[in-house]
């Protein structure tokens, strides 16, 4: 399990942003989790504080800051949007392409991240 290193342990993330607003559970399926993590893993669980306003958008570039393989596979390296080759859940409900990194998040709220297969 990755925790979330940038709090100051007063609430406050540092660097002067926003108090911690709660904290998300984003379940990682295996392609992406071995790009976290230096074993290999089925899946990945990653908990994390966000702020007030976080979307999942955040919360992926957070994660890709720190791991160069898991931003080339899930963000476009053009147009720095989410790469169409992953699929997100928020909440036991899958999200719409087209909106899906901007979906705000609240404390408890769970995200599972899986890769899209296509071929016949």
């Keep these: 399990m990755i925790s979330n290193l940038g709090t100051t342990g007063d609430g406050k993330r540092r660097g002067g942003k926003a108090p911690i607003m709660g904290r998300v559970q984003l379940k990682i ?13 089925d899946w990945l ?6 702020g007030e306003g976080a979307t999942i958008r955040d919360l992926l570039a957070d994660l ?3 791991h160069a393989d898991f ?3 899930v963000f476009n390296h053009d ?10 859940i928020l909440n036991e409900s899958f ?3 087209s909106d899906m990194t901007e979906a705000r998040l ?6 599972v ?6 071929g016949g």
């Design 29 to 41: 399926a295996p392609p992406f989790a071995s790009m976290l993590v230096a074993q290999n893993y």
């Design 45 to 50: 669980i990653v908990e994390k504080d966000i």
């Design 64 to 66: 890709a800051s720190s």
């Design 71 to 73: 931003r080339k596979a």
């Design 79 to 88: 147009t720095g949007k989410l790469n169409n080759q992953v699929m997100l």
């Design 95 to 97: 999200l719409h392409f």
């Design 106 to 111: 609240n404390d408890g709220d769970s995200i």
């Design 113 to 118: 991240m899986i890769p899209v297969y296509d």
